[in-house]
């Protein structure tokens, strides 16, 4: 009977126990970053309506202890005194549930935080979540070997390390190479990391790369990338991208000439240049194929030759001097240097040549060159001639002078040279105008007389004067192979000068005849203006009494009181006859005072004009 009872009263405890519950809804986890605040909450309801809930708030602790540091009821709500989150966390609660805000999240605020409740009959229960902290890291900074690094390495060579550092939780970093990642692979990849924590409980991730190098490398581009976790996401960040330094023996050489346009000539300076493809860029021994024990070394590879001669044309050859070379097959470059050069000029006749008029002679202009030259003859600044030959036939005196003949090269116009001769024409004196001169002159008249010869050797001019005593010769004036004679003469009678040019091939004359006028005194010029005026007047007034006359004759025979006979006729006429001859000799006086007035005036103004042969050369 007991035992009947006991499980009775068993049965209906659990059958209470299982109407009366709590249901507690919590996050697993809550994400927030470091510094921001943070809101758990835990939200519960009951089978049974409560008659009083009592909520806690518990934390474990690093050594694994659960420490209460929030309590609350119907009557109060307090957080608890003494503990790590006493001045960082409030309670909010509701109808249905109550949060726990966490200001200021630490990092060592990621753990478990646990909420109790407490219905008493209604029923009690416990749910927790877990707070996860994170603060990124900052940018990845990234630095390449200074050195540089060899392909012959055997094994993988340190490239570049990339850090990131204050960032929680652990960031982690990977390599990539133009853009792709690199995995670890034997013998090519390696990656070394190294983890450190400061102080504050932020991470630093440093990482190395080993990489076995090739020569196509040396244009790659390393970096990292670091990726990291903050609520709800991964993100990453990538560095910089680096060039790391790649040694490499050298396979093919270039080589070039500079100026690499245009011909070469003697006097130039050329540069020859011999470039690798290895790097560092190796010494360079540069030969010569004429010259093969001659070794000039440079490091630059560069051989500068100044001031270059027809001697230095020739093969040269380069070599790298290369400590990492693969193989022993030499590595050789070449270049063809061509000097071209122009030699002086050489004049056949040379210096001078002296000729006789009328004879001819061919001049030739010669320079040895390496190139096809042109020639060209010129006489006082004017080609006369082109070639190497100047023909100069039936030789005058204007063939005498100075001739320059001038070589060049069309396609290297910095080449260039020269020379002359001077042509001398041997003859007997020729006047420049040997027509004799007949010329009338005033008496007392100065007059100019010019004589002007040319011959070789130089002509001698001299005056002879049969006539008028009063002469004198100027200064004689010389050019070259030319003379010229000026004399001035007082003409006080007819005068017969002869210019005398002289030399030791012959003679040659000229003679002026002047004939001298006498001077015939002039009429003052005012009376001359006074008498023609006056005849002027009277030819006018003779005009206007005919007019008049004529109109008076013309009234009266329309008049009739004009007589018609021959009695009346004549009358008239003698009438008019007398008066018309009485005029005329007026007007024929004035008439020849006048054209003796102005005879005289003409003479006047004839004997004070002096002839172009006054002017004195």
Request: glycine share 6%; charged share 25%.
């Amino acid at each position: 009977m007991i035992m009947k009872n006991s499980l009775l009263l068993l049965a209906l405890y659990y059958a209470w126990e299982v109407a009366a519950q709590v249901v507690l809804n919590m996050e697993d986890v809550v994400e927030v970053y470091k510094g921001d605040s943070a809101v758990i909450r835990c939200q519960y309801s009951f089978t049974q309506d409560p008659s009083m809930v009592m909520v806690q708030w518990f934390v474990r602790t690093p050594e694994g202890r659960r420490v209460r540091i929030s309590y609350s009821d119907l009557t109060v709500q307090k957080v608890d005194e003494n503990t790590m989150y006493t001045d960082r966390i409030s309670v909010a609660g509701d109808s249905d549930g109550e949060n726990l805000i966490i200001m200021d999240v630490k990092l060592s605020d990621e753990r478990e935080f646990f909420c109790q409740v407490n219905g008493l009959a209604a029923g009690n229960g416990e749910n927790r979540t877990h707070l996860k902290v994170f603060d990124p890291p900052e940018q990845p900074v990234i630095e390449a070997v200074h050195s540089g690094v060899s392909v012959k390495n055997a094994l993988p060579s340190k490239i570049a390390t990339c850090e990131a550092r204050e960032g929680f939780p652990k960031p982690n970093i990977t390599w990539y190479r133009n853009n792709k990642p690199l995995h670890p692979e034997k013998g090519r990849v390696n990656v070394v990391t190294l983890v450190t924590m400061d102080l504050s409980g932020l991470y630093a991730v440093q990482s190395e790369l080993q990489y076995k190098v090739e020569r196509e490398d040396q244009d790659s581009i390393f970096s990292c990338e670091v990726h990291y976790h903050v609520p709800g996401a991964i993100l990453w960040a990538r560095s910089r991208g680096v060039n790391v330094t790649v040694h490499y023996p050298t396979t093919n050489v270039k080589m070039w000439r500079e100026p690499h346009e245009g011909l070469v000539k003697e006097g130039d300076t050329v540069a020859i240049r011999c470039q690798g493809d290895g790097n560092p860029p190796p010494p360079i021994i540069f030969t010569r194929e004429q010259q093969p024990e001659v070794k000039t070394e440079s490091d630059r590879g560069v051989l500068l030759l100044k001031e270059v001669t027809r001697g230095d044309s020739g093969v040269y050859n380069c070599h790298p001097l290369d400590l990492d070379a693969v193989s022993d097959k030499e590595v050789v470059g070449s270049v063809q240097l061509t000097v071209h050069y122009l030699d002086p000029a050489v004049v056949v006749p040379k210096d001078s040549e002296v000729m006789l008029k009328g004879e001819s002679l061919a001049a030739t202009c010669n320079a040895l060159s390496s190139l096809e030259t042109t020639t060209v003859w010129l006489k006082d600044g004017v080609e006369v001639g082109k070639g190497h030959t100047l023909q100069l036939r039936d030789a005058t005196f204007a063939t005498a002078g100075h001739y320059d003949c001038e070589v060049t090269i069309l396609s290297l116009p910095g080449l260039y040279t020269s020379g002359s001769v001077h042509i001398i024409v041997q003859g007997a004196p020729e006047l420049r105008d040997t027509e004799d001169v007949t010329m009338m002159e005033r008496m007392g008249k100065w007059v100019n007389l010019t004589c002007e010869a040319r011959g070789h050797p130089k002509p001698v001019i001299t005056w002879s004067v049969v006539g008028s005593p009063n002469w004198r010769e100027f200064p004689k004036r010389e050019v070259e192979d030319s003379i010229q004679s000026v004399m001035t003469l007082k003409v006080t009678t007819d005068t017969l000068v002869t210019c005398n040019a002289t030399n030791s091939m012959g003679l040659e004359t000229k003679t002026y005849t002047i004939t001298s006028i006498p001077i015939v005194p002039s009429a003052p010029r005012s009376s001359a203006v006074d008498t023609s005026g006056v005849s002027i007047a009277i030819i006018i007034v003779s005009i206007l009494f005919l007019a008049i006359l004529g109109s008076v004759l013309y009234f009266l025979h329309k008049k009739g009181k004009l007589p018609c006979g021959r009695s009346g006729k004549q009358e008239i006429m003698n009438a008019y006859s007398t008066e018309e001859t009485t005029n005329k000799g007026d007007i024929v006086m004035e008439m020849k005072a006048e054209k003796t007035e102005k005879s005289g005036l003409l003479k006047g103004v004839n004997g004070d004009k002096k002839p172009p042969s006054d002017q004195i050369k």
